[in-house]
Antibody
Framework: QVQLVESGGGVVQPGRSLRLSCVASGFTSSGHPMHWVRQTPGKGLEWVAVISYDGNRQYYADTVKGRFTISRDNSKNTLYLQMNSLRVEDTAVYYC???????????????WGQGTMVIVSS | DIQMTQSPSTLSASVGDRVTITCRASQSISSWLAWYQQKPGKAPKFLIYKASTLESGVPSRFSGSGSGTEFTLTISSLQPDDFATYYCQQYNSYPITFGQGTRLEIK
């Protein structure tokens, strides 16, 4: 069964760090770009970051650039999101998603994890 | 960044109705548009890519159309399972951007 499972969410104080993980199963994640997308409670979807299939290229939303780092370990079929200098406004459910049907620049997202909640609060 | 605007924000309809949701891009995105369905507490589900291609396993009552800056998602005959929130997403360029969502509720 093709699936993504996130972990690592929790409650953290502003300014602190957290690392999210996303384990892929049922497919070889090294064949796909992988994304993080977040959703504020009761609000819409915000794309966060993408990493190329080989890990050599990353792109970030301006709201997280310089604070978040996306990485992957293809030997473990695992995607990561290192989140530093967390802010209250980073509070959200974080989803990892598989990129497919590339436009040559970006992707549609066909498989999503169940999400992991991050709460940034003092 | 490319802004995606959906209308309406909320749509009330009955089982069996035909409904259409519109998504507009702030600049041309060719056909690089996807649609998703999301139910409360669940991850988005992938429905359509390249504006009009149905993902495998998605019921044929769903269809998409459009190119450039204006796109539509149509559900030909609403089923009880279709009441959810729908999002469009452009993947013409980074950053990926989503519409604000259209909540489809039971009339």
């Amino acid at each position: 069964q093709v699936q993504l499972v996130e972990s690592g969410g929790g409650v953290v104080q502003p300014g602190r760090s957290l690392r999210l993980s996303c384990v892929a199963s049922g497919f070889t994640s090294s064949g796909h770009p992988m994304h993080w997308v977040r959703q504020t409670p009761g609000k819409g979807l915000e794309w966060v970051a993408v990493i190329s299939y080989d890990g050599n290229r990353q792109y970030y939303a301006d709201t997280v650039k310089g604070r978040f780092t996306i990485s992957r370990d293809n030997s473990k079929n695992t995607l990561y999101l290192q989140m530093n200098s967390l802010r209250v406004e980073d509070t959200a459910v974080y989803y990892c998603a598989r990129g497919v049907y590339s436009s040559g620049w970006s992707d549609a997202l066909d498989i999503w994890g169940q999400g992991t909640m991050v709460i940034v609060s003092s | 960044d490319i802004q995606m605007t959906q209308s309406p924000s909320t749509l009330s309809a009955s089982v069996g109705d035909r409904v259409t949701i519109t998504c507009r891009a702030s600049q041309s995105i060719s056909s690089w548009l996807a649609w998703y369905q999301q139910k409360p507490g669940k991850a988005p589900k992938f429905l359509i890519y390249k504006a009009s291609t149905l993902e495998s396993g998605v019921p044929s009552r769903f269809s998409g159309s459009g190119s450039g800056t204006e796109f539509t998602l149509t559900i030909s005959s609403l089923q009880p399972d279709d009441f959810a929130t729908y999002y469009c997403q452009q993947y013409n360029s980074y950053p990926i951007t989503f519409g604000q969502g259209t909540r489809l509720e039971i009339k």
